[in-house]
């Protein structure tokens, strides 16, 4: 898999202008973008997803040209094949769990029962059997995120973007996630790309650490497997 | 006292009719110009919620124009489709039609407007067309919103006097609503028939907030 970012951007806040001008490559399977808040982290997911539209640029993904400014391509989010897990989850209040892990794969504007078996094997896989019935208020922040992960994953996307994905977990379960989050990468085959502002994650995941920093690419890094910590020691600031 | 009944049925009738035009018709509105920005969508979200601050006579007067034998839109329908609006029940749908219709598009933009757009990209980003979304995700979570502002819009309608007077007239048994049959019914003197009017109307009304507030209690 490869991703192939470049892209400029004006965002008008109030009286502010915030210019976002990134440009990275990598064809690793886990990708950190790692930096302070407002650093534009998140508007380049969204930029990757097909949410918002540069200004100028072009988002190719392995082979695939998402966006091309030069060119006026400019594929709508439905049809990027990109997987999304927001920072808040996003989970859909007003259905079920089973309807939210179920909601890419019917296609109608009905609720209609596509797959309900496939639906099933995917709850399982995830652990989330028994709550299929449940609503997302009656969950746990670790709940959530499951499920939030099994309505990304069912549609089986190109790359998987998380959004800041364990800054709403207690740091007993952020370790726990951080494991399962590897396992869920490695049996899925998916390329994962997670926005984090927590050294501790950029040290269990990446392969590649991009560096953000108002609204530019400071830094990239290759991550290699020996001696993680060293490397990326004087990046995070770490003793 | 049958014959009482026949102006609630008709109200009835025209006020259903005129709740279902303005309710697709409204939220529809509210999606257009909440969703999309466009020179002139000011001005028109302006006309839209002009209804509700107009004097209804002076709307009844425009709806005249408009539609009345020698208006505009009304000699258009006569000598092409020969429909003919004043004097009509379907002329008191519009005059009804066109004082509810603020109440829901209002109720329906806030309501809709009110809904997480991280919800409406989580649906987008997961495959969904702009109508799946509407339908699938931004309906159902404004729905509350755009019910309460329906049953107000219908009482609205059920209640209108002026426009309705002015555009379809009394005709006993055609255009006579409830509202026009009462105040008729007290300008001759005939106080039993407006008190049963009255007594009837009221009964309606809380009947539909009974109703109303009934099904906006029960949870998703």
């Not at chain 2, 004097?55 to 034998?69: D, E, H, K, N, Q």
């Not at chain 2, 489709?81 to 219709?101: C, D, K, M, Y």
Request: glycine residues 8%; contains cysteine.
């Amino acid at each position: 898999m490869k991703l192939d970012v470049q892209m400029r951007m004006s965002l008008k806040a109030e009286d502010r202008l915030f210019q976002l001008d990134v440009a990275f490559q990598s064809a690793k399977n886990l990708i950190v973008i790692f930096g302070p808040s407002g650093a534009g982290k998140s508007v380049t997911f969204q930029a990757i997803a097909g949410l918002i539209e540069p200004d100028q640029g072009r988002i190719v993904l392995d082979g695939r040209v998402l966006f091309d400014s030069a060119s006026g391509v400019n594929l709508a989010a439905r049809e990027r094949n990109v997987g999304y897990v927001f920072q808040d989850y996003a989970l859909f209040p007003h259905l079920t769990v089973a309807r939210n892990v179920a909601f890419p794969m019917q296609h109608c504007i009905w609720n209609g029962d596509a797959g309900a078996a496939a639906v099933q094997e995917f709850l399982r896989k995830f652990d989330l059997a028994d709550l299929g019935a449940s609503y997302p208020r009656q969950l746990s922040g670790g709940q959530r995120q499951r499920v939030a992960l099994a309505r990304a994953l069912i549609r089986k996307p190109d790359i998987l973007l998380l959004d800041e994905p364990l800054a709403a977990l207690d740091p007993v379960l952020r370790g726990k996630t951080r494991g399962e989050l590897l396992k869920l990468q490695q049996s899925f085959a998916v390329p994962m790309v997670v926005i984090t502002h927590d050294p501790a994650d950029v040290e269990a995941f990446a392969e590649d650490l991009i560096v953000f920093d108002m609204g530019k690419v400071a830094r990239q890094i290759s991550v290699d497997a020996t001696n993680r910590s060293a490397q990326l020691r004087d990046v995070l600031g770490l003793d | 006292m049958t014959d009482a009944l026949v102006p609630l049925f008709l109200t009835l009738k025209i006020a259903v009719t005129a709740t279902m035009i303005v309710l697709f018709a409204g939220v529809a509105c509210a999606y257009v110009l909440g969703r999309y920005s466009f020179w002139g969508s000011q001005i028109i979200d302006a006309i839209c919620t002009l209804p509700m601050v107009m004097p209804p006579t002076v709307l009844g007067y425009y709806l005249l124009v408009a539609f009345g034998r020698r208006g505009w839109l009304g000699s258009w329908l006569e000598d092409s489709l020969g429909i003919q609006l004043i004097f009509t029940w379907q002329g008191a749908v519009i005059a009804s039609a066109s004082v509810a219709f603020p109440l829901v598009y209002r109720a329906a933009r806030a309501s809709l407007g009110g809904v997480d757009h991280h919800l409406e990209n989580a649906a987008r980003v997961l495959g969904a067309g702009e109508a799946k979304v509407f339908f699938r995700v931004s309906l159902p979570l404004a729905w509350r919103g755009v019910f309460a502002g329906t049953m107000l819009a219908f009482a609205r309608a059920m209640g209108e006097f002026g426009a309705t007077l002015m555009i379809a007239g009394s005709i006993p048994g055609k255009t006579q609503t409830i509202s026009i049959a009462i105040y008729e019914a007290v300008q001759a003197g005939q106080d039993s028939t407006a008190n049963f009017l009255v007594l009837l109307t009221s009964l309606v009304c809380v009947c539909i907030l009974a109703a109303s507030g009934k099904l906006l209690q029960r949870q998703f």
